[in-house]
């Protein structure tokens, strides 16, 4: 079936610590693939995202770039803030479809100090 | 644009009571969905319509569940009766077409408590 893993948190950083927070997806079809962060309160925003193999996202000094081959999507950045701290979800929504039902990864705490 | 609203932000309940959330999508957005968050189960969906009509209701943990969207403007999430595990924060998103590569835009979410 569809399921994202994501590494368990969480994880905490010094400011300006390279991040890397790993995902995995099983999927059927050609999935696009997307990476959420959820602030404290509130909902969850978009922050990259890829459509189809060795696309790259990038948003906001974040990079992932879509890995068929290993079916990976990894969330990195080169040096991060305190402002990063959040909840990071994974997610991917399966190809072969008219609609995008999202399955999301468990999520993963970040949590970044000065 | 105000992005999806949804309401109340904070419900805090007894076990048995009705419980009614509302979302309103984005304006022109065809795709509504509902999810609910635990820290058990992290991020499920529960529903989702395509221009007011139910699509896919499989999440629905069960018949305690519904929910209705009249038109294209509002949604509602309705749990009767409540219960203690149902607990967690619901979050309404749309989306302008079901495409795979569509953004989901979220709501705040609605913090549901059941004592």
């Known amino acids: 079936g569809n399921s994202v893993t994501q590494m368990e948190g969480p994880v905490t950083l010094s400011e300006e610590a390279f991040l890397t927070i790993n995902c995995t997806y099983t999927?059927?079809?050609?999935?696009?693939l997307f990476w959420y962060v959820q602030y404290p309160g509130e909902g969850l925003q978009l922050l990259l995202k890829?459509?189809?193999?060795?696309d790259k996202g990038s948003n906001k000094g974040f990079e992932a770039t879509y890995r068929k081959e290993t079916t990976s999507f990894h969330l990195e950045k080169g040096s991060v803030q305190v402002s990063d701290s959040a909840v990071y979800f994974c997610?991917?929504?399966?190809?072969?479809?008219?609609?995008?039902?999202?399955?999301f990864g468990q999520g993963t705490i970040l949590t970044v100090h000065p | 644009d105000a992005g999806v609203i949804q309401s109340p932000r904070h419900e805090v309940t007894e076990m048995g009571q009705e419980v009614t959330l509302r979302c309103k999508p984005i304006?022109?957005?065809?795709?509504l969905f509902w999810y609910r968050q635990t820290m058990m189960r992290g991020l499920e969906l529960l529903i989702y319509?395509?221009?007011?009509?139910?699509?896919?209701d499989s999440g629905m943990p069960e018949d305690r569940f519904s929910a209705k969207m009249p038109n294209a403007s509002f949604s509602t999430l309705k749990i009767q009766p409540s219960e203690p595990r149902d607990s967690a924060v619901y979050f309404c998103a749309s989306s302008l077409r079901g495409l795979v590569q569509e953004t989901q835009y979220f709501g705040p979410g609605t913090r549901l408590l059941v004592l």
């Open positions: 890829a459509t189809k193999a060795d």
């Open positions: 319509f395509n221009n007011n009509v139910p699509i896919d």
């Open positions: 999927a059927t079809g050609y999935p696009s």
């Open positions: 304006s022109g957005h065809d795709y």
């Open positions: 997610a991917h929504q399966a190809g072969g479809t008219s609609y995008g039902k999202l399955t």
